[in-house]
């Protein structure tokens, strides 16, 4: 490793090509701690579905305890299936793109929203998502970063733990204004558009939001919740496809 003494054998568990490769294999190596774990859980569940059975007087206790401890033995494997899953857009085993186009469509096609996936300003900037929909119009890029990395707003500036988040949130806030600008030309209707950032791993805090520097950050689930929950018409269904044609014919695909 960088850094790192030729003199002193390094840990095995330090060498590897990133940060991704290493978390992996921390993973597979921890397996059988969690594996006792769950063992201990599904015991104390079995403990408590033999009382449960003597409490309201079942004939069938060892079928209770049975019962309770698979249950339990089964929410917590789910439980950590479910945070090493969280790290799939991360580690590169998903794309977060897909992730967030599928949801954009299964909660928005049937409301008037259009979706436009890798679109840019001919050799310029580009984005993930463009949504125009009668509410307004939204781009929207993925990003990843570590599981432990913490996510926060703090006096209307962001930050990706110690790290300032201007450097993400500057690009696409100019994006959208570019967009915007486009848009408005082209078409002769005022637009405006507001960025967002799906966040596919990362700690955001509760409620799966944060907003600051002129974008919202948010869990990918949330994206199509937050753009259905503005109130009122901006756009009519004909500048709807006014729009969302423009944006076709104009905006280059990546």
């Known amino acids: 490793m960088p850094g790192g003494s030729i003199y002193v054998q390094q840990d095995e568990k330090y060498t590897g090509s990133s ?21 201990v859980k599904a015991g104390v569940g079995a ?23 698979g249950l339990v033995a089964a929410v917590d494997w789910y439980i950590d299936w479910r945070s090493f899953r969280a790290t799939a857009v991360w580690r590169g085993a998903r794309r977060g793109e897909l992730i967030t186009g599928r949801l954009l469509r299964r909660q928005l096609a049937r409301r008037g929203y259009q979706v436009l996936d890798g679109r840019a300003i001919r050799d310029q900037a580009s984005i993930d998502h463009l949504v125009i929909g009668p509410t307004g119009i939204w781009v929207i890029d993925n990003e990843s970063w570590s ?23 500057k690009p696409l806030v100019d994006t959208a204004e ?12 005022e637009v405006t558009i507001s960025p967002m950032l799906a966040v596919h791993c990362g700690l ?18 949330l994206v199509a919740r937050r753009i259905k929950a ?13 729009l969302a044609r423009t944006a076709a014919r104009e905006l280059q695909k990546v």
């Open 178 to 189: 570019a967009f915007a600008e486009l848009l408005t030309r082209e078409t002769g209707i």
């Open 19 to 39: 940060p991704q490769w290493w978390y992996e294999k921390f993973w597979r190596e921890d397996a059988p701690n969690r594996r006792r774990s769950r063992y």
């Open 47 to 69: 403990v408590a579905g033999v009382l449960l059975a003597l409490r309201f007087g079942s004939e069938y206790m060892l079928l209770w305890g049975a019962v309770t401890a």
């Open 230 to 242: 503005v109130e009122g018409v901006v756009f009519t269904d004909e500048q709807v496809e006014l």
């Open 204 to 221: 955001l805090p509760r409620g799966g939001v944060v907003v600051g520097e002129g974008l919202a950050l948010l869990k990918p689930r």
């Open 147 to 169: 599981p432990d990395t913490e996510i926060g707003c703090y006096n209307g500036r962001l930050f990706f733990s110690e790290k300032y988040g201007t450097k993400w949130a």
